[in-house]
């Protein structure tokens, strides 16, 4: 299997050289004119049984398997790589059927081609015994071999920093023999969790479900749970008993979080618990760390690793307990490449592997509430806070009767109550999940909407950059002096709130408030993050302003107020989601008010106090809301309660799109408990520069998608230019 999107495997020849290749061994084969990393596959005339992802699922035809040239090219080299484990091939091809990806792409994402390569041998300095009394001493020289005092070998970069010396002094003294190169012998990888560290003593409701969740791990076979509690009932604890289980097991545990969410506070709950740090696996880390981290889990020498969705895709030789923190986040579906839900693949990571999932939320998806209810999935509630802190008060603040002043954005009912907080000394946030200055610049004079070159949406004001930007293609220009259009001087101007423009309401309103704001864009990175939660949660900070990256399970003592400045924003436009993930994110942001001593009060601004989403979160009903929901979605077979794809047609041109997407549609499969939408424009029309027409296919539950897609995709080629993408499960639609 060559990591290239290709139908299936390539047939190669095992040169006697080589003895016997297993499935798994990772070689180098000829392609082309070039040598190209793949993975010995497994035999295709016997497809692997498809499990059911809790019934997301359908089975998975084996895909064609390519005609074996007569004369097949040799295998080059066998490469010095951990094998790819069986569950994880197996793994790739269910992924690969399900989300109708070439596999390749999809083994390309467990291959990591720049983990699996070897592992160059580090070397480092130590002082030569030789006697080189002819070498000049100079000062720096005398620097580097005191540097070197201790005998620990040390890198060239990593001595000449030591010594405060360039990296000149330190070949040149190789040079003169007064150096000698050996290899570094490698660290330990990882630290070894302790189970038995002593961590916090459980409340009665935690060591119950910590306890089922533990007897799961041990009976080493597949089982979803639902971990369902508020925020702050001890979810994280709990679940790390679940950990600690497995590891008593000997098998490995795989924690996954969504990405912003992988956070220093998580990792110092993780220490207190197991005395080091697990493993960690991201989209950012370095290619070294990536490679020992790779190697680590393959080896079975990383027990824990916690990690972004892309995780799942780690070689773990034997997976005992895989938890889903945040289930219900859309973050954890991957929107390019490969389309796929990470939380939907764990579960058949599990399935797969003989272990335990755990999916954790204070809000959980529709999709998992209902595989509870059908008994698909177990259920385990912690009732309340930890430690008998209340939930936060919610009020919804109506702006139509108590409106900001002209041109502001903060209802006074807001502005007193972040002022009695302030003045009281506690701290005080404000949410609004849109970055930069204003999300609209209009032209008084003719109506003018500056919009992107490349895309069907508006620039975004950043004042701070003085720049407008696109956050769909990141497409940036100067903010222009005249109206583009009318040329009409001094006529443009900022519609709506970003974070900038409420920070700059704040400061005006609250002078001698210490401001912070937390957005993407002004923290450029975790430790940026990190430092700012530091400072908020010693206090020196009284106002948070902050976007989404606000509301992940920070623990901030003495916050107390939460702002919300446009709890309408996410309901906007036809998602049939967008009432649920509102209410998910601002029950997030919500619990963001008030721990242990401190009753804390969140505030909604709406201009629709009456709206189902605004009741769930003022009446904390939340089993209502999505019972509600639910009664909405089933009678239409809309998901959970139906089966949905998506199609996405795009191209250079709105005609070569047009072509495609009606050539689709005249092919649309029918019949009973099938039904096709479309062809109509995509959400965002043009993306890109690239015009996009979607499709739907919507089935009765009981119908598998991939077989209908896979006849419906071989019927029509696109037009030049088109190509069509296809996502089972979208998360909007
Ligand atoms: P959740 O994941 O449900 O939001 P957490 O596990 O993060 O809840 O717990 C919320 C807070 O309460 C954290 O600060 C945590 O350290 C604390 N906490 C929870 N359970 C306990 C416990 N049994 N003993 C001590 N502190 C606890
Ligand atoms: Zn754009």
Known sequence: MLPFPLPGPFDYAVPDSLGTLAPGDVVLVPLGR?????????????????????????????????????????????????????????????????????????????????????LPPALGWVRSGSNSSAARETPARKRVLAAL?????????????????????????????????????????????????????????????????????????????????????????????????????????LVLLPEIALSAQWMQRFVRRFGVEPAVWHSDLGSKTRRRTWRAVAGGEAPVVVGARSALFLPFPDLGLVIVDEEHETAFKQEDGVLYHARDMAVVRARMSNAPAVLASATPSLETLTNVENGRYRHLVLPGRHGGARMPAVAAIDMREAPPERGRFLSPVLIDAVRDTIGRGEQAMLFLNRRGYAPLTLCRACGHRIQCPNCTAWLVEHRARRQLACHHCGHTEAVPPNCPSCNAEGSLVPIGPGVERITEEATALFPEARLLVMASDTLPGPTATAEAVRRISEREVDLVIGTQIVAKGWHFPGLTLVGVVDADLGLAGGDLRAAERTVQLLHQVAGRAGRAEMPGRVLLQTYTPEHPVMRALVDGDFAAFMQREAAQRRPGHWPPFGRLAALIVSAD???????????????????????????????????????????????????????????????????????????????SF
């Not at 992924?95 to 390749?104: I, K, M, R």
């Not at 970069?157 to 070949?171: D, H, N, P, Q, Y």
């Not at 508020?230 to 709990?238: A, D, F, L, Q």
């Open 34 to 118: 070039r040598e190209e990393v793949g993975v010995v596959w497994d035999p295709q005339d016997a497809p692997p049984p498809a499990p059911d992802p809790g019934g997301a699922a359908d089975p998975v035809p084996a895909p064609p398997r390519p005609v074996a040239d007569t004369r097949l090219k040799p295998v080059s080299a066998l490469l010095d790589v951990p094998r790819m484990p069986h569950g994880l091939r197996r793994f790739v091809d269910w992924v690969a059927g399900y989300t109708l990806t070439p596999p390749g792409l999809v083994m390309a994402m467990a291959l990591r081609i720049n983990a699996a390569a070897p």
């Open 653 to 731: 041109s709105a005609d070569a799109a047009d072509s495609t997407a009606l050539a689709l549609g005249r092919a649309a499969p029918s019949g009973e408990g099938i039904q096709v939408l479309g062809p109509a424009p995509a959400p965002l029309a043009i993306l890109r520069g690239r015009h996009r027409r979607r499709l739907l296919l919507r089935t009765r539950r009981d119908i598998a998608v991939q077989p209908i897609l896979r006849a419906w995709l071989d019927t029509v080629s696109p037009a030049r230019t088109a190509r069509i993408d296809v996502d089972v499960d979208p998360v």
């Open 149 to 253: 005092a201790d005998g620990m070998p040390r890198g060239t970069a990593e001595l000449a920093r030591l010594a405060e010396v360039g990296s000149g002094v330190v070949r040149g003294m190789a040079e003169a023999g007064l150096l000698r190169e050996v290899p570094i012998p490698a660290a330990a990888p990882f630290g070894i969790p302790d189970p038995d560290h002593p961590g916090a003593e459980l409340a009665p409701d935690q060591a119950v479900a910590a306890d089922a969740l533990a007897s799961r791990v041990q009976a080493r076979r597949f089982s979803v749970t639902l971990l369902d509690g508020v925020t702050g009932s001890g979810k994280t604890e709990t679940y790390l008993e679940a950990v600690a289980a497995c590891l008593r097991e000997g098998r490995q545990a």
